[in-house]
């Protein structure tokens, strides 16, 4: 089965709009992180914005908010007054912790978001 | 910048060649984990090391090996290529405390074409 489901393949968003990319994860461990990364088309991997399993608010990184819903396992990344530069392609990632001190990682297939002048 | 070096940025080389991907890690960073993208597979896991040892292997191929030096950085072999092997490698790294979730931090990939 999935750990993480990325549903969108491609989104289209207008610029200064704001937009729901979502993610919903599966897991049995109480805890366990969720992340999101950006690749642009230069390819790189650009790490946007984390959410602990505890953590008790939203996390936030300036026009990135994650708003995790923990009940329902979903973790969607919203972006705010969306820019041309937010043209990307955006992962969904969980990490578990397992014995050992060692920390599994999952990710998405990614949504591909693209902002519209 | 994520502070994750990779060398070379671009390799191109030819089927039944041996090529080695270089990764040096985050200061403080002692877990290296490989990473394969390809237009049809996605990231896939490949290996991670820990402190110079294999911590976990994801869907890396015999033909592949990777290892970490004292030094924390690491290299990873790819031989015997092949045309499907043309991807993205990706070097991420994290602290991997004992206990908490830490983030993992990507290099800026090296991008094979095997001709």
């Known amino acids: 089965a999935q750990k993480i489901t990325q549903t969108q393949p491609g989104m289209f968003v207008q610029e200064k709009e704001a937009v729901t990319l979502d993610c919903t994860y599966d897991t049995s461990d109480p805890s366990y992180g969720l992340f999101w990364y950006k690749q642009p088309s230069s390819g790189e991997m650009i790490f946007l914005i984390y959410?602990?399993?505890?953590?008790?608010q939203n996390a936030t990184e300036g026009r990135y908010s994650l708003n995790f819903q923990k009940a329902r396992k979903s973790a969607n990344l919203v972006i705010s007054a969306s820019q041309l530069g937010d043209s990307a392609m955006y992962f969904c990632?969980?990490?578990?912790?397992?014995?050992?001190?060692?920390?599994?990682?999952?990710f998405g297939t990614g949504t591909k978001l693209q902002v519209i002048p | 910048d994520s502070g994750v070096t990779q060398t070379p940025k671009h390799l191109i080389t030819a089927t039944g060649q041996r090529v080695t991907l270089r990764c040096s890690p985050r200061s403080g960073d002692l877990s290296v984990y490989w990473y394969q993208q390809s237009l049809d597979q996605g990231l896939q896991f490949l290996i991670q090391y820990y402190n110079g040892e294999e911590r976990a292997k994801g869907n890396i191929l015999e033909r592949f090996s990777a290892q970490q030096f004292p030094d924390l950085h690491s290299e990873l072999n790819l031989s015997s290529l092949e045309l499907g092997d043309s991807a993205l490698y990706f070097c991420?790294?994290?602290?991997?405390?004992?206990?908490?979730?830490?983030?993992?931090?990507f290099g800026p990939g090296t991008r094979l074409t095997v001709l």
């Open positions: 959410q602990g399993s505890y953590d008790q």
């Open positions: 991420a790294s994290s602290l991997e405390r004992e206990s908490g979730i830490d983030t993992q931090y």
């Open positions: 990632a969980m990490r578990e912790p397992l014995s050992g001190g060692y920390q599994k990682v999952t």
